[in-house]
């Protein structure tokens, strides 16, 4: 084999949307113009969706905490659900400015399984024996998670299992998860 075709395969293993591939969607290719729509205005206590204001493929879908009453939160873990003919979730996810705002280390994972196409399950949680965080004043970024468009159509992106826990793992019952964003391809 060539010293291209090696760096070819190289480069499509990595990363796979450079070829054609981009986040294990069933779809043809990238669709373009891929809009997101319904967000909810950020709000005490409450985790939501907040959608960039321009199109394109792939969008980043961001989840935003609007102001917490409770000071201890740990750790937040959720399940998006969408139309994996429609979107597809297109790694990497970016961790915000929440639960690391104090210098603290965090820990993230964000993904689909084989099995379930349709559900990304994303975790970000604190590291160690620390205290959780709350926050005052404006609202930051839990996370960002970019999306493709693969198939014409619309899809939501709804939360599911959705709880924020204390430094114990107990689930703070404050905290709400808003309801859907709507995705659309042309």
Same mark, same amino acid.
């Given at each position: 084999?060539?010293?291209?075709?090696?760096?070819?395969?190289?480069?499509?293993?990595?990363?796979?949307?450079?070829?054609?591939?981009?986040?294990?969607?069933?779809?043809?290719? =990238?669709?373009?113009?891929?809009?997101?729509?319904?967000? *909810?205005?950020?709000?005490?206590?409450? $985790?939501? %969706? +907040?959608? /960039? #204001?321009?199109?394109?493929?792939?969008?980043?879908?961001?989840?935003?905490?609007?102001?917490?009453? =409770?000071?201890?939160?740990?750790?937040?873990?959720?399940? *998006?659900?969408?139309?994996?003919?429609? $979107?597809? %979730? +297109?790694? /990497? #996810?970016?961790?915000?400015?929440?639960?690391?705002?104090?210098?603290?280390?965090?820990?993230?994972?964000?993904?689909?399984?084989?099995?379930?196409?349709?559900?990304?399950?994303?975790?970000?949680?604190? $590291?160690?024996?620390?205290?959780?965080?709350?926050?005052?004043?404006?609202?930051?970024?839990?996370?960002?998670?970019?999306?493709?468009?693969?198939?014409?159509?619309?899809?939501?992106?709804?939360?599911?299992?959705?709880?924020?826990?204390?430094?114990?793992?107990?689930?703070?019952?404050?905290?709400?998860?808003?309801?859907?964003?709507?995705?659309?391809?042309?």
């Amino acid at each position: 084999m060539s010293a291209g075709r090696v760096t070819a395969a190289l480069l499509c293993a990595l990363l796979p949307a450079a070829c054609g591939g981009g986040g294990g969607g069933g779809g043809s290719g =990238p669709v373009p113009g891929l809009t997101c729509g319904g967000t *909810v205005a950020s709000a005490r206590d409450l $985790v939501r %969706f +907040d959608c /960039p #204001a321009g199109s394109g493929s792939p969008i980043a879908v961001r989840v935003m905490i609007g102001e917490t009453t =409770p000071t201890n939160i740990y750790g937040i873990k959720f399940d *998006v659900v969408f139309n994996p003919a429609v $979107v597809v %979730f +297109d790694p /990497p #996810a970016i961790e915000g400015d929440f639960l690391d705002q104090d210098g603290n280390g965090t820990a993230m994972e964000a993904g689909t399984q084989s099995n379930d196409p349709g559900r990304l399950v994303v975790s970000v949680t604190r $590291v160690g024996a620390v205290g959780g965080v709350g926050l005052t004043g404006a609202e930051k970024t839990v996370v960002t998670l970019p999306f493709m468009g693969v198939g014409s159509g619309a899809t939501t992106l709804a939360f599911e299992n959705a709880e924020a826990v204390d430094p114990t793992g107990t689930p703070l019952a404050g905290i709400q998860f808003s309801g859907p964003v709507n995705l659309t391809s042309p």
